[in-house]
């Protein structure tokens, strides 16, 4: 696994999400309340961007259809057998890394 700086600590308030690619994958980064989340960007039910959608709490709604995700395990709240894969987020200083 390696470690790759994505962005600052400001780059993304408290409450948002933005998406970032890394190696050809694209994963949505959240700062929830100042715990910082990563999960993979695609919703299941039929593709949205989970870096486009609401975060409040831990949850992310999907754009497109309202479905919604723990953005700390990438269990979905919609479908029990659902999750999206998470990845590990570091925080060093005002850079913010993920580990892929």
Request: charged share 15%; with cysteine; hydrophobic share 30%.
């Amino acid at each position: 696994m390696a470690l790759h700086q994505i962005c600052k600590i400001s780059d993304i308030g408290e409450g948002q999400c933005k998406t970032f690619t890394v190696d050809s994958k694209q994963i949505a980064v959240y700062n929830a309340g100042g715990q910082w989340c990563a999960t993979e960007n695609t919703c299941l039910h039929k593709g949205g961007s989970l870096g486009s959608g609401k975060l409040e709490g831990n949850i992310i709604t999907c754009p497109l259809h309202g479905w919604q995700y723990d953005v700390t395990s990438g269990q979905c709240q919609n479908n029990p057998e659902a999750k999206v894969g998470t990845y590990k987020v570091q925080v060093e200083g005002d850079q913010v890394s993920l580990e892929i």
